[in-house]
């Protein structure tokens, strides 16, 4: 069945998987790609795989599976990827992000804690008499 550009107004959700119509200025629209031939526009499959932008990408990108130690925020649609986050008690450091790591359960000596435990932070500490920041290694923390 072929769809045409009045069918895939933004306010309108694509529906059944591999729905055709045709690339506009040879580019498809968000939750689909290119036919190989590049004359059709291939829905991607709900909860399978997805794409965000205009493209003329061969294939859909395939959805994210959330690890073991995160949650699902929102499931994959056609046209964005799963989000994922960790768990409770857990968090993801900027710069080592491919997993959640343990939250420290207190300051080190001479610290006091100012901040909480989320999905982005550990705990943040500061020294008790000047208030400043520190950074510090795990074992600092006994």
């Not at 290119?34 to 059709?40: A, K, N, P, V």
Request: proline share 6%; glycine share 8%; charged share 30%.
């Amino acid at each position: 069945a072929l769809i045409t550009q009045q069918d895939l107004a933004p306010q309108q959700r694509v529906a059944p998987q591999q729905k055709r119509s045709s690339p506009s200025e040879g580019l498809c629209p968000p939750g689909h790609h290119i036919s190989e031939d590049g004359r059709d526009c291939i829905s991607c499959k709900y909860g399978q795989d997805y794409s965000t932008h205009w493209n003329d990408l061969l294939f859909c990108l395939r959805c994210t599976r959330c690890d073991s130690g995160e949650v699902e925020l929102s499931p994959c649609t056609t046209t964005r990827n799963t989000v994922c986050q960790c768990e409770e008690g857990t968090f993801r450091e900027e710069d080592s992000p491919e997993m959640c790591r343990k939250c420290r359960t207190g300051c080190p000596r001479g610290m006091v804690k100012v901040g909480d435990c989320t999905p982005w932070s550990d705990i943040e500490c500061v020294h008790k008499e000047s208030g400043s920041r520190a950074d510090y290694k795990d074992d600092d923390d006994k």
